[in-house]
């Protein structure tokens, strides 16, 4: 038997009945950017469908809790743009919707599965469930639950080794698992799965009982969720079935990867805590950008887009099954572009968080179209501009003359200059640039060996902004004293 049919959202998905979609992630630390991902596809078909998204949070793993990473994912995912409907924190009428607070629930729903045979107690003990483990492998037999505890009472159970108190409850799988169709990858078959635990010893659910439960009191209509999850379908349409629930539509996209085609992770990449593009300067219209590129065909649209593009064109016949590279060079790029294309005070604004100590946005003024050119992203600013501040930069005699002027007379022209810049007046770019040119005729000197002279005096190395902009920026009197000091050095 398969469950679940293909559809295409040309119609109305839900047949009449209002899509609702859901994320659902697990305050264990920094958020992961998967989740963004998958967070941004589910919002995309629910705008496009008419319908509603969902945030709910998955606490019953309470050993693996963190404080503050609940709010964390709320704070990434509306940096992004990516606001739900209904959640904890803005309720609805489906609440509550933290796992936390839904125990009885959970407990009632297990009750009816032991009432029916469907589900239950098991009081194994961790050591003997790792030994029955072991034993299995060294046999080469199929790991999983050997049934020790079917059909037993507590006390029949107490008499045999192994026994541990309080139990949990496993579901009981049957011998046939049901296929079913995925709108991304059309009829899937799944592994036969174990026997697998619903309730926990301390009374919390696992993921699988909890989430079907959660699904069907909150009304999903689409499962959206990464394919990680694709094994556990099955037991999750079981849980489905026995409780005369009706199914969701299931769409499994495919997992973000490394170069080398692992699968992206917090401790081997820094990409996957989505606090990393916060602390790195990416937009957050680069980021959805570069996110809605992922294992997904726009032929509609250009490779920039924004989510309302997205949203318009939105279909899962377009997502791929192939897991996509994370191209930070990609993204790199794309953030390049938003970056250009922000208004002055847009970039400025951006760009407050990391600017070097001392140094103010009114400080870039004259150089923002250079930062704009050049910046990917708004954490290089401190190296590009580790030369605007206070006090003198540091210089050698062989980078002041290396491809500048000839070391013999180079000390007289840069004090001169020093003098000619003095006098200009207002000191901004354009009459800087003209006193810069009428010193060049003037001295009858190498405008490109002057200029690279002067660079390096001033920021100590041959790379900067615009000369006339870098020295605006740094103002009259840092620009005469590192002239000097420069003079001074050559002397």
């Known amino acids: 038997m398969v469950y679940g049919s293909r559809v295409s959202n040309e119609q109305n998905p839900a047949g009449g009945q209002q899509v609702r979609v859901r994320i659902a992630p697990s305050p264990t630390g920094d958020p992961h950017v998967g989740t963004a991902y998958v967070a941004l596809f589910n919002l995309a078909f629910a705008r496009r469908s008419g319908g509603r998204f969902v945030l709910?949070?998955?606490?019953?793993?309470?050993?693996?809790?963190?404080?503050?990473?609940?709010?964390?994912?709320?704070?990434?995912?509306?940096?992004?743009?990516?606001?739900?409907?209904?959640?904890p924190d803005v309720g609805g009428p489906y609440g509550p919707y933290r796992q936390?607070?839904?125990?009885?629930?959970?407990?009632?729903?297990?009750?009816?599965?032991?009432?029916?045979?469907?589900?239950?107690?098991?009081?194994?003990?961790?050591?003997?469930?790792?030994?029955?483990?072991?034993?299995?492998?060294?046999?080469?037999?199929?790991?999983?639950?050997?049934?020790?505890?079917?059909?037993?009472?507590?006390?029949?159970?107490?008499?045999?080794?192994?026994?541990?108190?309080?139990?949990?409850?496993?579901?009981?799988?049957?011998?046939?698992?049901?296929?079913?169709?995925?709108?991304?990858?059309?009829?899937?078959?799944?592994?036969?799965?174990?026997?697998?635990?619903?309730?926990?010893?301390?009374?919390?659910?696992?993921?699988?009982?909890?989430?079907?439960?959660?699904?069907?009191?909150m009304g999903i209509t689409h499962v959206?969720?990464?394919?990680?999850?694709?094994?556990?379908?099955?037991?999750?349409?079981?849980?489905?079935?026995?409780?005369?629930?009706?199914?969701?539509?299931?769409?499994?996209?495919?997992?973000?990867?490394?170069?080398?085609?692992?699968?992206?992770?917090?401790r081997k990449n820094p990409a996957a805590r989505l606090k990393w593009f916060q602390e790195e300067g990416y937009l957050p219209q680069a980021l959805v950008n570069f996110l809605g590129l992922m294992g997904y065909s726009q032929p509609d649209l250009e490779e920039i887009f924004d989510f309302d593009a997205m949203c318009a064109s939105f279909d899962f016949s377009r997502v791929n099954t192939v897991g996509p590279v994370f191209d930070i060079d990609k993204l790199n790029w794309l953030n390049g572009h938003y970056l250009r294309s922000l208004p002055v005070e847009e970039f400025l604004a951006a760009a407050q968080p990391f600017l070097p100590a001392g140094v103010g946005t009114q400080d870039l003024r004259w150089i923002v179209t250079a930062l704009q050119e050049r910046t990917k992203r708004l954490s290089e600013l401190p190296e590009q501009l580790s030369w605007l501040h206070d006090g003198p930069v540091t210089v050698d005699v062989e980078s002041?003359?290396?491809?500048?002027?000839?070391?013999?007379?180079?000390?007289?022209?840069?004090?001169?200059?020093?003098?000619?810049?003095?006098?200009?007046?207002?000191?901004?770019?354009?009459?800087v640039e003209a006193a810069l040119n009428a010193f060049c005729e003037t001295e009858g000197a190498n405008r490109r060996r002057l200029f690279m002279t002067t660079r390096t005096a001033l920021v100590g190395g041959p790379v900067s902004p615009p000369l006339h902009e870098t020295i605006a920026a740094l103002g009259a009197e840092r620009t005469a004293a590192r002239l000097r000091a420069a003079a001074e050095l050559l002397g």
């Open 56 to 87: 709910r949070i998955e606490d019953t793993d309470q050993t693996r809790y963190v404080d503050g990473s609940e709010q964390q994912i709320f704070d990434t995912l509306r940096w992004l743009g990516l606001n739900w409907d209904e959640g």
């Open 400 to 431: 002041l003359t290396r491809k500048g002027l000839p070391a013999d007379g180079a000390a007289k022209v840069l004090t001169r200059l020093a003098e000619e810049l003095a006098q200009v007046t207002p000191f901004e770019p354009a009459p």
């Open 224 to 266: 959206v969720r990464g394919e990680e999850w694709i094994s556990s379908t099955s037991k999750h349409i079981l849980l489905y079935t026995w409780l005369g629930w009706p199914l969701p539509q299931f769409a499994h996209l495919p997992l973000l990867r490394n170069a080398d085609r692992s699968k992206i992770s917090k």
């Open 100 to 217: 936390s607070e839904r125990l009885p629930r959970y407990a009632e729903v297990v009750e009816t599965l032991i009432a029916q045979g469907l589900a239950y107690r098991c009081w194994c003990s961790s050591e003997r469930l790792a030994e029955m483990r072991t034993r299995q492998q060294q046999l080469k037999q199929p790991t999983g639950y050997d049934r020790l505890c079917l059909g037993k009472t507590r006390d029949e159970r107490a008499a045999l080794p192994g026994f541990s108190e309080p139990p949990v409850v496993r579901m009981r799988v049957p011998e046939e698992v049901p296929a079913f169709q995925d709108l991304v990858r059309g009829e899937v078959r799944t592994p036969h799965p174990d026997d697998q635990v619903l309730l926990k010893a301390d009374g919390f659910p696992t993921y699988h009982l909890a989430v079907v439960v959660d699904d069907h009191d």
